[in-house]
Every structure is written in structure tokens, then in C-alpha cells.
């Protein structure tokens, strides 16, 4: 088990802008990509955005060009920059560490992932 903590979630007026963070351990974090999900009331756990160890990213189409993945190796924590937020945008959004090193950010979005953290919660207004 891999210990993810998420923070950052919060209560925006749509159009407004969040930054969460999921701070890692246990692990060799700068060899592992790096995703963040979401889950909305009644539905399934959906993928949103993933950055590889070289920092390359990969976005959902829902958040392309409004949200931005990164990392820093140095405090062992990834991003999720998110702007312009949509009330479709609301859900609980969670962390995940990828099952293996040196994989791509892609490959986040299918399949069996590994750690998860408990998530934190993004509500937006209209």
C-alpha cells in the first residue's frame, strides 16, 4: 500500500479555477505515472487526466484545455490545475499511482491501476 492524500477541493462559482494535490509515498515516485479520476453521484469512477514520469500528459476530451496535470519529483506531489469550471465539473476526484514504472500516461486511462487516496470533493455552482 501506497499512502495518496488529496487536497484542494472546494465550493467555485462556474468559470472559477481550483488546484488540487495529491502528495505520494512509499514509492519511487518519480519513475511512476501519475492520474487523477472522478465520481459523480450515481455514476461510475471516470478517468480525467495522467502525466508519465517524463512529465508527457494525457487529458480526458471533457477537460482538454481547461485542466493541467503536473508533478514535482522534489516534494513527491502531482497537480490538477483546473480552470473555467463547469457545474458538469462537480464530483469527488480521487489520486492514483500507476501499477508500474516507466509506463505511459495513456495507459492510465484503462485497465487495473494501483494505490488510490480517499479523494476530495469539487462542487461548482451555476
Known amino acids: 500500500q501506497v499512502p495518496l492524500v488529496e487536497s484542494g477541493g472546494g465550493l467555485v462559482q462556474a468559470g472559477g479555477s481550483l488546484r488540487l494535490s495529491c502528495a505520494a509515498s512509499g514509492r519511487p515516485f518519480s519513475s511512476y505515472a501519475m492520474g487523477w479520476f472522478r465520481q459523480a453521484p450515481g455514476k461510475e469512477r471516470e478517468f480525467v487526466a495522467a502525466?508519465?514520469?517524463?512529465?508527457?500528459?494525457y487529458y480526458t476530451d471533457s477537460v482538454k484545455g481547461r485542466f493541467t496535470i503536473s508533478r514535482d519529483n522534489a516534494v513527491y506531489t502531482v497537480y490538477l490545475q483546473m480552470d473555467s469550471l463547469k457545474p458538469e465539473d462537480t464530483a469527488g476526484y480521487y489520486c492514483a499511482a500507476d501499477l508500474a514504472p516507466y509506463r505511459t500516461a495513456q495507459a492510465m486511462s484503462i485497465g487495473r491501476l494501483g494505490s488510490w487516496g480517499q479523494g476530495t470533493q469539487v462542487t461548482v455552482s451555476s
Open positions: 502525466v508519465a514520469w517524463n512529465g508527457s500528459p
